[in-house]
């Protein structure tokens, strides 16, 4: 698929057919996560697929910018003390957070080339979900990606005019 395809059927899908995401599938958007850039090449990202039914409906439940039971929850984390380790307080503050977000696309662009939905949150109670997870304290949380076949076509959204975001130079 060109690049260019996968960009305009990306869409954020909240509604997902029942049916089950190959493990092999989930490896294949792991690896375009890990090919994503990354500030001062910290790979400081953790990347973890709920798949299991019963843990993924607890993680649901407190997360309400999750909709449409997906039937895989990728949760994106950074380490703390390996980001401060190799690239000090800003790595740690704003280098994980834009490694997180760039990782974020790559998985939801190949996922759209895979005929996967997805949808980004940054809503859920973090401390509910730490603990159901077991992550350890040093790992924040970035955010949330729905991830599943889409049940029905996803509604188009409309796209600002050009010319209300596009200046060239100054504004």
């Known amino acids: 698929m060109e690049i260019l395809k996968a960009i ?13 995401v190959p493990k092999e599938v989930l490896i294949k958007l792991a690896d375009a996560a890990q090919r994503a850039p ?9 990347f973890l697929f709920v798949t299991e039914d019963a843990l993924r ?19 994106i984390c950074s380490d703390m003390e390996k980001a401060l380790k190799k690239g000090g307080e800003n790595s740690k503050i704003y280098g994980c957070m834009m490694d997180a977000s760039m ?29 159901l997870l077991k992550l350890p304290h040093h790992y924040r949380m970035e955010l949330l990606i729905s991830i599943g076949y889409p049940q029905g076509a996803p509604r188009q959204r409309r796209l600002r005019p050009m010319e209300e975001m596009l200046h060239y130079n100054t504004d």
């Open 8 to 20: 305009e059927q990306r869409h954020s899908i909240r509604s997902f057919q029942e049916k089950k």
């Open 38 to 46: 990354s500030a001062s090449n910290l790979q400081a990202w953790k």
């Open 103 to 131: 990782a974020a696309e790559n998985i939801m662009l190949r996922a759209a080339e895979l005929g996967l939905g997805t949808c980004a949150v940054k809503s859920y109670n973090e401390a509910a979900v730490r603990k």
């Open 57 to 75: 409906e607890k993680v649901d439940f407190f997360s309400p910018g999750l909709s449409g039971k997906p039937p895989v929850i990728l949760v």
